[in-house]
């Protein structure tokens, strides 16, 4: 099997480095690809200085487009497999071969690393948390599947989720939308015990200015997805 790393990168020149080299060590029987989405600090110096594999965009397309962009990639480039890993450094890719696994093992479309599960290492802010249990129950009502993690990044995806997501992916803040958008489409989506870390370097993009806005839009992105797909459970 082909398998891929997509990595979404926005000015996390403090962290590429030693995410990439851990990825190297970590998950040797994965290639990788970092999409630059036109990072603004010294984020493609560290991937030209080191010889990386990477996209550069020419310009800012947001977290959506930048991992459309990877599947892009991945679709076109015939891998059987490809998951998300965080260039911040909070996704562990020692659990890859296990999550890679577990898609056959359980004959899933796509395998979701989720740190509610056992509830070890780094359990995101209070308030991150309340959103998390949201989506949660959002996704359950309208789905009747229960994802523990439904905001986890690191996700792996089938050659079918790679083939959607070549052609259609949520724009911002896509992990929830694009759960729901699996599930209505009768995909099966499985959840495995992860431990992360908190981001080892660069900002996160969702503050708590953004938080309201964040809630509001993701719900009715899902509301809208439910709809477009008969709203059925």
Same mark, same amino acid.
């Given at each position: 099997?082909?398998?891929? !790393?997509?990595? &979404?990168?926005?000015?996390?020149?403090?962290?590429?480095?030693?995410?990439?080299?851990?990825?190297?060590?970590?998950?040797? %029987?994965?290639?990788?690809?970092?999409?630059?989405?036109?990072?603004?600090?010294?984020?493609?110096?560290?991937? $030209?200085? /080191?010889?990386? /594999?990477?996209?550069?965009? &020419?310009?800012?397309?947001?977290?959506?487009?930048?991992?459309?962009?990877?599947?892009?990639?991945?679709?076109?480039?015939?891998?059987? #497999?490809?998951?998300?890993?965080?260039?911040?450094?909070?996704?562990? &890719?020692?659990?890859?071969?296990?999550?890679?696994?577990? =898609?056959?093992?359980?004959?899933?479309? =796509?395998?979701?690393?989720?740190?509610?599960? %056992?509830?070890?290492?780094?359990?995101?802010?209070?308030?991150?948390?309340?959103? !998390?249990?949201?989506?949660?129950?959002?996704?359950?009502?309208?789905?009747?599947?229960? !994802? #523990?993690?439904?905001?986890?990044?690191?996700?792996?995806? /089938?050659?079918? $989720?790679?083939?959607?997501?070549?052609?259609?992916?949520?724009?911002?803040? &896509?992990?929830?939308?694009?759960?729901?958008?699996?599930?209505?489409?009768? =995909?099966?989506?499985? %959840?495995?015990?992860?431990?992360?870390? %908190?981001?080892?370097?660069?900002?996160?993009?969702?503050?708590?200015?953004?938080?309201?806005?964040?809630? !509001?839009?993701?719900?009715?992105?899902?509301?809208?997805? /439910?709809?477009?797909?008969?709203?059925?459970?």
């Amino acid at each position: 099997m082909k398998n891929l !790393i997509i990595i &979404p990168a926005f000015n996390e020149q403090d962290c590429i480095k030693d995410t990439v080299e851990m990825i190297r060590r970590e998950a040797p %029987e994965f290639d990788y690809i970092v999409i630059n989405d036109h990072s603004t600090d010294g984020t493609l110096n560290v991937l $030209v200085d /080191n010889r990386m /594999n990477y996209i550069n965009l &020419p310009a800012n397309l947001g977290i959506g487009g930048a991992v459309q962009t990877g599947y892009l990639y991945a679709y076109e480039n015939d891998y059987d #497999t490809a998951v998300q890993v965080d260039a911040d450094g909070q996704h562990d &890719p020692k659990y890859l071969a296990m999550m890679l696994d577990a =898609m056959k093992n359980e004959n899933a479309d =796509m395998i979701i690393g989720s740190r509610f599960i %056992e509830n070890k290492g780094f359990q995101s802010t209070f308030a991150r948390r309340i959103g !998390i249990t949201y989506f949660t129950k959002l996704i359950r009502m309208l789905t009747g599947a229960t !994802i #523990t993690d439904p905001t986890s990044g690191l996700r792996m995806g /089938n050659r079918k $989720v790679i083939e959607l997501f070549a052609k259609d992916y949520p724009r911002d803040y &896509p992990e929830p939308e694009s759960i729901v958008a699996l599930l209505k489409r009768g =995909m099966k989506i499985k %959840e495995v015990p992860v431990m992360m870390r %908190e981001r080892q370097g660069g900002v996160s993009s969702i503050n708590l200015e953004k938080s309201v806005y964040y809630m !509001i839009k993701v719900s009715m992105a899902i509301l809208i997805e /439910n709809h477009r797909q008969g709203g059925k459970k």
